[in-house]
Nanobody, 122 residues
Framework: QVQLVESGGGLVQPGGSLRLSCTAS????????MGWYRQAPGKERELVAT????????NYAGSVKGRFTISRDNAKNTVDLQMNSLKVEDTAVYYC???????????????WGQGTQVTVSS
């Protein structure tokens, strides 16, 4: 089984910055694409950013492009999300996501962290 543990959420003023970190663990598993999603109260979970296994390709939601940066360290099995110029509308629970597999010939399965709260408020 794969476990994802997030950290770094909290309360920040508009215009401020936060850095989220997610550590993945799972004996024998290989992490493929990893990413961050978020869910605001009363809304559906939405993609924030993803990064491929080699770290060469990233994808961002239009609402965060230019403000957020996703990165990963495969040696440590971590994926981070640097969030700058935060807005009130960025307030949400942020979830770490990873597609992982044991057998390279099989399809990777999605795994989720427990979520970390990010609140942007003055």
């Amino acid at each position: 089984q794969v476990q994802l543990v997030e950290s770094g959420g909290g309360l920040v003023q508009p215009g401020g910055s936060l850095r989220l970190s997610c550590t993945a663990s799972g004996s024998g598993f290989i992490m493929a694409t990893m990413g961050w999603y978020r869910q605001a109260p009363g809304k559906e979970r939405e993609l924030v950013a993803t990064i491929t296994s080699g770290g060469t390709t990233t994808n961002y939601a239009g609402s965060v492009k230019g403000r957020f940066t996703i990165s990963r360290d495969n040696a440590k099995n971590t994926v981070d999300l640097q969030m700058n110029s935060l807005k009130v509308e960025d307030t949400a629970v942020y979830y770490c996501n990873a597609y992982a597999y044991r057998n390279p010939l099989g399809a990777p399965r999605p795994y989720w962290g427990q979520g970390t709260q990010v609140t942007v408020s003055s």
